[in-house]
């Protein structure tokens, strides 16, 4: 699904998504295709259902975001590990 039809679909409302084609450029990440997991009329509810995707499968690319927006763009996070010094 693309970045209109969610707007569409879930007008003024914060929706759950996980990015299925998405890239990387100068730190931000542009989500193209996306699937819905959920929508909330509430951002704290968006954030928590969020927070237990993430902490579930943290290797598939979820994110929310509030319908008003006009493109998907977020900055990108490095996560890293920290060798021994």
């Not at 693309?2 to 759950?16: A, I, K, L, S, T």
């Not at 730190?27 to 909330?40: A, K, L």
């Amino acid at each position: 699904m693309r970045w209109n039809e969610v707007q569409e679909r879930f007008p003024n409302e914060w929706v759950v998504l996980e990015a299925t084609m998405a890239y990387s450029k100068e730190g931000q990440r542009f989500i193209e295709e996306m699937t819905v997991i959920d929508s909330f009329d509430d951002s704290m509810k968006a954030l928590k259902k969020y927070s237990e995707l993430h902490q579930n499968e943290p290797h598939r690319e979820y994110c929310f975001f509030h319908t008003s927006r006009p493109e998907v763009v977020a900055k990108e996070r490095y996560v890293g590990i920290r060798g021994l010094r």
